[in-house]
């Protein structure tokens, strides 16, 4: 990326180039400006975290993009939410206990969008570590089994490899978790 006068040269698939502002525009000029253009090329609804990532590549294209927020942007659902693109480790436990193939192919897709949002979008995504406690012998190897299984339908594409903590680490790492009957922690990456 190379900045010459008021414009930003993107390298990427085909060259576009966007304008640098040095001043944003106000609402009330963002409303003028809804109002006085006759045509956009493309309209979201929805300011959250997906709308604005749909606009923001609509713009980057050299469309013409409105975006339009009920509330104040990022003040909704998807704001609330983790931001975590997840493969689906709970539709593949429900693709094992059901032998729903429709749903292992969801998560196999789903794996394949992460990495490939992780490849295109690294200043967007990150692999994240989720450790999740376990308060009953027998869960530890239930989950574990299950979160091997979400690594081995990764492949490739399996961002770390998952791991057991044990009782004492996990504690360690997260000391307001319960201690009584905490057996071990099971760490995984999405």
């Known amino acids: 990326m190379a900045i010459e006068g008021t414009f930003v040269h993107v390298q990427a698939a085909e060259t576009v180039t966007v304008p ?16 006085t253009t006759s045509e956009f090329d493309v309209l979201v609804i929805g300011g959250g975290a997906t709308g604005c990532g749909c606009a923001l590549d609509a713009v980057t294209r050299g469309l013409k993009t409105a975006l339009l927020e009920r509330d104040d942007f990022s003040s909704g659902t998807s ?14 436990q429900k693709a094992i206990m059901k032998l729903d193939f429709e749903q292992y192919k969801m998560v196999k897709e789903a794996l394949e969008e992460r990495a ?15 450790m999740l ?4 012998w027998w869960q530890l190897p239930y989950y574990w089994f299950g979160i091997k299984l979400y690594d ?6 399996c961002l770390k490899s998952s791991y ?25 990456y999405d």
């Open 20 to 35: 640098i502002k040095s001043h944003y525009p106000t609402r009330e000029e963002q409303i003028l400006a809804l109002q």
């Open 116 to 130: 490939n949002l992780l490849e295109i979008a690294p200043h967007l995504s990150a692999p994240l570590p989720i």
């Open 133 to 136: 406690p376990v308060y009953k």
């Open 164 to 188: 057991v903590l044990s009782k004492s680490r996990a504690l360690e790492l997260f000391p307001m978790l319960r201690k009584d009957e905490l057996v071990g922690a099971i760490v995984y």
């Open 152 to 157: 081995l339908v990764a492949g490739s594409q």
């Open 79 to 92: 704001s609330r939410s983790t931001k975590l693109i997840h493969g689906g480790v709970r539709y593949l």
